[in-house]
């Protein structure tokens, strides 16, 4: 199983938020970008046009908007794949890895990994639980 799963059969409530919600969103922000750029230009209302157009697809016929959300996806992946395995590696072994070493630096062992020659046993004692309310408080 991967990280990310291309969805190739969306719902319709996913599509219908897709097409009359996130997508008509998308455009109409895009289309203000570009106004604010090129206020002369007539891309700007054509972009709007497609998100009002969009809207009323997406809330009357979402299977109609289907392949925008599919193609969406596609464009997506890549993003989503750098996201989940390049960055997140990045966080995990710069973190983790710079707080090993600060601890071995100060010599600091919070597993209790150090071998000890003297212990006759590296057994830790357990107190049992006594009192059965303890269980509904883990923490």
């Known amino acids: 199983m991967s990280l990310i799963e291309l969805n190739h059969n969306p719902s319709r409530t996913e599509l219908k938020l897709f097409g009359g919600l ?50 969406a996806m596609y464009i997506a992946f ?14 995990f072994y710069g973190m983790f890895t710079l707080f090993g070493l600060v601890m071995r630096l100060r010599g600091r062992d919070v597993l209790g ?9 590296y057994w830790s004692p357990h107190a049992p639980v006594t009192d059965p309310a303890r269980y509904f408080r883990q923490f």
């Open 22 to 71: 996130w997508l008509p969103i998308a455009l109409a922000l895009f289309g203000f970008n570009l106004y604010r750029k090129h206020p002369e230009s007539p891309w700007p209302w054509v972009l709007w046009g497609i998100a009002a157009v969009s809207a009323v697809v997406g809330w009357v016929s979402p299977a109609a908007i289907r392949w925008v959300y599919v193609a």
């Open 113 to 121: 990994l150090t071998f000890d020659k003297s212990a006759e046993t």
């Open 78 to 91: 890549p993003i989503g794949w750098v996201v989940s395995h390049i960055l997140l590696a990045v966080i």
